[in-house]
């Protein structure tokens, strides 16, 4: 099991105060002596954590694969061409959302996709498209041909929460899912379910498979079991915890927890 590690927390942090301390770049090597396979970020329209000039030095200087997520916007994909990280993971963007809450709407941005992946493979970037775990998604990302798909977890990891954490006790809990641990637990099995269903969809479609969104230390383990998958990209939970432990020593502790023997 492969952990990519998102670095655009450091960068948040580094926002809140607008100044240059924490610097993403120092992550570089600190990601790459603790184990992690590869480092993941975000550059969003908005530039609301990571900057172009920040994208261009870790692309420049990181001695692990870079996996850049992006907006099909155009103006975008110019730029990561010019890039040339070693994967770019296709994802959607709203710019009133915190985090990006749901997959790619494929179907309704086909020729688009079409038009992005096209001009990426023309300029030898490895394509993923970051989706929700169905069917008919798995298929028509098929058809475009990238290479990789990354399953979205975020609908597991808010279940789990609200189940297993004191999520339902605060000011972030998730109305939607205020319902009880038996309805809970129902539908954390069905979502792991689906999450393994669609994995094997894709295996047999011959696409790599990736996963992330909310995944952590209490929940990721029911994630890295599923055998189809072959990497997670895992970013807040790990950069959460480096406040209080280090960041060698979080990253160390999320591959102990992520190891198929």
């Not at 240059?20 to 970020?41: F, H, R, S, V, Y």
Request: glycine letters at 4%; aromatic letters at 4%; charged letters at 30%.
């Amino acid at each position: 099991m492969l952990l990519g590690v998102n670095i655009d927390h450091i960068a948040v942090l580094r926002e809140a105060r607008k100044i240059n301390d924490p610097n993403p770049l120092d992550a570089l090597g600190i990601c790459k002596i603790a184990g992690a396979d590869q480092i993941t970020i975000h550059l969003r329209e908005d530039r609301r954590h990571i900057h172009d000039n920040d994208a261009i030095a870790i692309c420049a200087q990181s001695a692990l694969p870079v996996n850049l997520e992006c907006s099909i916007n155009p103006d975008i994909i110019d730029i990561i061409c010019k890039l040339k990280p070693s994967r770019v993971t296709l994802v959607p963007e709203n710019r009133n959302e915190v985090t990006t809450e749901g997959g790619l709407d494929v179907k309704g941005n086909y020729e688009k996709l079409q038009k992005a992946i096209d001009k990426l493979h023309a300029n030898e970037i490895e394509v993923s498209l970051f989706i929700d775990p169905k069917d008919e998604v798995i298929e028509l990302s098929s058809q475009l041909e990238v290479e990789w798909i990354e399953l979205h977890t975020g609908t597991f990891a808010n279940i789990y929460a609200m189940l297993y954490t004191n999520l339902s006790q605060t000011h972030h809990t998730i109305k939607e899912l205020e319902l009880s641990k038996n309805e809970l637990k129902t539908k954390l099995e069905k979502s792991i379910k689906e999450i393994e269903r669609t994995s094997k969809l894709a295996k047999k479609l011959n696409l790599k498979i990736a996963a992330g969104h909310g995944l952590n230390y209490q929940n990721v383990t029911l994630i890295s079991r599923i055998s189809e998958i072959e990497e997670l990209n895992i970013g807040q939970s790990i950069i959460a915890r480096s406040v209080f432990t280090g960041l060698e020593k979080a990253i160390i502790d999320m591959k102990e927890l992520i190891k198929n023997d």
